[in-house]
């Protein structure tokens, strides 16, 4: 069985419309005028369409009633004002570990019903707890951190272990802000803790203190439910095997990032002093939208983050197209410096790798053309390329752990490389490029700390110039070599 995890995006372009008529599209409006162009469209639509402002470049989401479906694409785009229109596309998790099997899926309805597939997962978001001492001493984990080892982190810590103002935008199916290796490293948002000029207490005033738009999001904001608390939640065993599903994702990403160092728990992330903002836009369903994407993107860049770490992307043989909307909000982020790393695609269906250079349906947003985007092969401990990693010489820029992966898990205190483990029925790993992209998003944020002047065109090109040459990734990547922070740190 695959035992590859990503986020697979269904995204589709203006040029081409199907008969159908979706109710959910993004729309771009002139610039010009926008708050005009938008009320002349409400007025054009069916009565109780909803018509949000996404913010960037004069992108809109459109929704139209329920009941009504009579407003095609086409249609749409003829309106005066409408430069663009697309589907508003559906994002989820790739449902690798769902069970086909009739036999093995009666087996682990057995199981489950039996209460023999672990723990229940938490079913509401937790209350955001604050900030802890940390505690000290060793981590007594970090042995098992195989890729923290061969980036040569530890090396790379006698410079900088990361400055708490360095913000890293974990863009995701949320993060466990309760777990004893990140609630210390979790952003706390300035402008919404303390006490406000009556005394109370910002971080549950329900006011949006500092006029954000978000009110009280203390650690990041949950976009699909449009809350202020992006925790991971997760699909059960069960439901995660027979219909697929959320299993932790953000939260194993957000601890290669920047699990908290020498306070005496679990692991280390790779710059462990840096603060993690929580950005949700999949759920435990594993389900998502390319406006949710697009705004969890926007709010990481208006609210302090350095660097965005995006473990998602299309598949190759999805039916997937290019997005304008997504682009141009990676655009947004290269307009204000924030450095956009993003998992180069784990293959097709059958979980193997092809060259983004040259297969007609390239993994995206990594292979978009954005300089600001920094995209991620995955290596296992040998050096070499997952036979899943994508790679391609022009638009894969470098290497990274990717291949059983020890990291934080959800539920407070546990840690893992594993995701499946039912003897004698199936193990799937931690294995993905999704796994990789957090090693480099937290070595570009130890960078970020050591040079702060430094603009990210030299973030960039520091991390590319400083891997260490290997020959399977040379002529496939455009560094041809893997993350290496020790030489990083040296640069």
Known sequence: MKRILIIAVAIFTN????????????????PQALNANVMSLQTRLPAGTKIENLGVNGWTRVRLPANNSAFPMATILNMPGVLRVERNAKLGLLENFKVTSPRVRAEIKRLGEAGALGDAPTTDNPAIPSAGSGGSGADPMFSKQWGMNQIGVQTAWGTT????????GVIDTGVDYTHEDLVDNMWRNPGETGTDAQGRD?????????NNGYIDDIVGWDFPNNDNKPYDLTASMMDMLLSGGNPGHGTHCAGNVAARGENGKGVAGVAPNVRIMGLRFITEKGQGTTADAIKAIKYGVDNGAKVLSNSWGSVGDDGGAESQALQDAIAYCEQRGVLFVAAAGNGDSAGKGYDNDTNAKPAFPATYTNDIIVSVAAINEAGELGTFSNWGARSVDLGAPGVKVFSTVTQSEKYSDTVIDIPGLMTATWDGTSMATPHVAGAAALYISAHPEKDWRAVKNALLVSVKKTPILSG???????LNVTDLMRY
């Open 15 to 30: 040029q081409v419309f199907s008969a159908e008529a979706p109710r959910d599209m993004l729309v771009k409006m002139a």
């Open 161 to 168: 272990k990361g400055r708490p103002e360095v913000i890293v």
């Open 202 to 210: 910002k971080n549950s005033n329900g006011v949006d203190d500092d």
């Open 476 to 482: 496939k990547t455009v560094s041809g070599g893997q």
